[in-house]
Antibody
Framework: EVQLVESGGGLVQPGGSLRLSCAASGFTFSSYAMHWVRQAPGKGLEFVSAINYNGDSTYYANSVKGRFTISRDNSKNTLYLQMGSLRPEDTAVYYC?????????????WGQGTLVTVSS | DIQMTQSPSSLSASVGDRVTITCRASQDITSYLNWYQQKPGKAPKLLIYTASSLQSGVPSRFSGSESGTDFTLTISSLQPEDFATYYCQQSYNIPRTFGQGTKVEIK
């Protein structure tokens, strides 16, 4: 069974940092691209970042470029999102998601999400 | 970035109704359009990928179609478990962009 479990969320002050983790199991993690998607309270879904299967290629939304860094450790089956210079507008539930192995580019499995709150 | 415009933003319907949700892309995305369902407090769930392919395990009352840059999600006979918010997403390029969502409520 495919499982994605996020952790690392919490309350952080503006300007602070946080590292999110996503532990993957039930599939060959090193074969799949992975995404981070967020959802602010009461709002829609927003792409944050993506990384290819081996970590050589990374992609970011303009809203987080230069502040967030996506990475992965295929030996630990874990995806990360290092978040820095956090702003109140970064407050959201952060989901990790697996990109489907076909060419669709869709996200076929999602974690349950971890809440990040940026507030003083 | 490719803009995805979804309509309506909400709708009220009864069990058994046929429901249609539309998503328009700001440029050609060929068939790289996906649909997700999200229930309150839960993660999104993939329903349809590449415009019209049904994800494994998803009931056949869900279907997708396309016409140029216009895409449609249809629920042929709404069931109680279908009351949720639906999002389209383009996967033609990065950044992946989502529509603003359509909340399907009980009439």
């Amino acid at each position: 069974e495919v499982q994605l479990v996020e952790s690392g969320g919490g309350l952080v002050q503006p300007g602070g940092s946080l590292r999110l983790s996503c532990a993957a199991s039930g599939f060959t993690f090193s074969s799949y691209a992975m995404h981070w998607v967020r959802q602010a309270p009461g709002k829609g879904l927003e792409f944050v970042s993506a990384i290819n299967y081996n970590g050589d290629s990374t992609y970011y939304a303009n809203s987080v470029k230069g502040r967030f860094t996506i990475s992965r450790d295929n030996s630990k089956n874990t995806l990360y999102l290092q978040m820095g210079s956090l702003r109140p507008e970064d407050t959201a539930v952060y989901y990790c998601a697996r990109e489907a192995y076909d060419i669709s580019g869709s996200c076929d499995y999602w974690g349950q999400g971890t809440l990040v709150t940026v507030s003083s | 970035d490719i803009q995805m415009t979804q309509s309506p933003s909400s709708l009220s319907a009864s069990v058994g109704d046929r429901v249609t949700i539309t998503c328009r892309a700001s440029q050609d995305i060929t068939s790289y359009l996906n649909w997700y369902q999200q229930k309150p407090g839960k993660a999104p769930k993939l329903l349809i990928y590449t415009a019209s392919s049904l994800q494994s395990g998803v009931p056949s009352r869900f279907s997708g179609s396309e016409s140029g840059t216009d895409f449609t999600l249809t629920i042929s006979s709404l069931q109680p478990e279908d009351f949720a918010t639906y999002y389209c997403q383009q996967s033609y390029n990065i950044p992946r962009t989502f529509g603003q969502g359509t909340k399907v409520e009980i009439k």
